[in-house]
T-cell receptor, first 114, second 113 residues
Framework: DVKVTQSSRYLVKRTGEKVFLECVQD?????MFWYRQDPGLGLRLIYF???????EKGDIPEGYSVSREKKERFSLILESASTNQTSMYLC?????????????FGAGSRLTVL | DQQVKQNSPSLSVQEGRISILNCDYT??????FLWYKKYPAEGPTFLIS?????DKNEDGRFTVFLNKSAKHLSLHIVPSQPGDSAVYFC????????????FGGGTRLMVKP
């Protein structure tokens, strides 16, 4: 059973703090993604990675960075958290290659920035 | 500007009846469409998909219809069950451009017993 694990389910941080969100997948997937989910806006892509040490900007990368040092791990970093980054963050992974492979999501990390 | 839109934020249906969830898209390059279901405190899970070479795909109680000329797809759930109560997201992609999905805003379905 494909598993995508997000280490922190709930976080509360203060404005200006550095925040790390960790994601690990156990199915040897090439692709990994970070989305944020906000009411009425659906899921918006922040960053994705199709290989170790590779990263691509999604639709809303501003204020975020990512790190992928190992194939199974993809981290989202908020260098200086702001209140408008309060959201649900969802990590996903999929096989690579051509075609459209189904994304498998983690359970999400709900971040509140005070 | 949202390229994938779900214009109904919520839908309430009686158990046993049909649920119809709608989705519109604007990007004519999209050629692969998916529906995901999300329960509270869980990640979205894949439900059903359709390629633009088809106009219908069926999987048990779930059927997705695609109208390319109208840039519209819909998800039919028959019969609806209380366990179907969740948020449903429509997503679109360009098939050979990797796995980047563009999601709609979601529709909350409530199936009343």
């Amino acid at each position: 059973d494909v598993k995508v694990t997000q280490s922190s389910r709930y976080l509360v941080k203060r404005t200006g703090e550095k925040v790390f969100l960790e994601c690990v997948q156990d199915m040897d997937h090439e692709n990994m993604f970070w989305y944020r989910q906000d009411p009425g806006l659906g899921l918006r892509l922040i960053y994705f990675s199709y290989d170790v040490k590779m990263k691509e900007k999604g639709d809303i990368p501003e204020g975020y960075s990512v790190s992928r040092e190992k194939k199974e791990r993809f981290s989202l970093i908020l260098e200086s958290a702001s209140t408008n980054q309060t959201s649900m963050y969802l990590c996903a992974s999929s096989f690579g290659g051509s075609g459209a492979n189904v994304l498998t999501f983690g359970a999400g990390s709900r971040l509140t920035v005070l | 500007d949202q390229q994938v839109k779900q214009n109904s934020p919520s839908l309430s249906v009686q158990e046993g009846r049909i649920s119809i969830l709608n989705c519109d898209y604007t990007n004519s390059m999209f050629d692969y469409f998916l529906w995901y279901k999300k329960y509270p405190a869980e990640g979205p899970t894949f439900l059903i998909s359709i390629s633009s070479i088809k106009d219908k795909n069926e999987d048990g109680r779930f059927t997705v219809f695609l109208n390319k000329s109208a840039k519209h797809l819909s998800l039919h759930i028959v019969p609806s069950q209380p366990g179907d109560s969740a948020v449903y997201f429509c997503a679109a992609s360009v098939y050979n451009a990797g796995n980047m999905l563009t999601f709609g805003g979601g529709t909350r379905l409530m199936v009343k017993p």
